[in-house]
């Protein structure tokens, strides 16, 4: 901060003719830097904080934050040659320090896929197939499921979304049921149309009668199911 003693102040002139014995002592204060901090949506344990100032006397070493759906590589930043995962500022360091934390996604982040199959009564209820699972991908990484082909039921289109870090992603597919037509013929009577959804039993009309003739049964053969 400056000299005290014979003379005081920061910036002492000693003038030309000046007789005598001079005593100066030389006075500091210290530096203090700054230390910022990115942890890529990062955040540390509670009760550990990593100093955001500091001075020559000091040293630390950085807590490592942890992140959801990640692992963490390392610190990227002042003083490091690519990352590092355990990081100390060594007593004697001067200058401001920035440091950045890297993550890798894990692989293992879970996703949630649900077949729901329409019920055979075509109410818009629906049933959910043993076919349904969890997966695990890349957090923050899109995929697209597989969409299974149910016999009788109409194919619901792909989807792709972004698996959350916290593995709260969910896909739903709902299939309907696929409606088929049955229609009856008969000599001298009007046809008898039904619409029946996949897999419901169908109700075999009653048998017509012909004078002068015997039925024989419908053809196809229909069966009282």
Do not use: C, H, M
Request: charged share 15%; aromatic share 18%; proline share 4%.
């Amino acid at each position: 901060t400056g000299w005290t003693g014979t003379y005081e102040g920061k910036d002492v002139v000693i003038a030309a003719g000046t007789t005598g014995d001079i005593n100066l002592t030389a006075n500091w204060s210290i530096n203090t830097y700054t230390v910022s901090y990115d942890l890529a949506g990062g955040t540390l344990a509670d009760g550990q904080n990593n100093p955001t100032s500091y001075n020559v006397t000091e040293s630390f070493t950085l807590y490592n934050p942890t992140k959801v759906g990640y692992d963490f590589v390392g610190w990227k930043g002042t003083g490091i040659d690519g990352t590092q995962e355990n990081v100390t500022v060594a007593e004697g360091t001067t200058g401001d320090l920035a440091f950045t934390a890297v993550w890798t996604a894990r692989p293992d982040t879970k996703y949630t896929v649900n077949y729901y199959l329409e019920n055979v009564n075509g109410d818009q209820t629906y049933t959910l197939s043993a076919d349904s699972f969890v997966g695990e991908y890349y957090s923050d990484q899109s995929i697209t499921p597989a969409v299974p082909v149910y016999t009788g039921f109409a194919t619901p289109v792909a989807q792709t979304k972004v698996v959350n870090a916290d593995g709260t992603t969910v896909f739903i597919f709902y299939y309907e049921r696929n409606i088929y037509t049955y229609t009856f013929k008969a000599i001298g009577y009007e046809d008898d149309v039904y619409k029946y959804y996949y897999e419901y039993p169908v109700a075999k009309p009653a048998d017509p009668t012909r004078k002068g003739y015997t039925f024989e049964g419908w053809n196809p053969v229909v069966y009282a199911t």
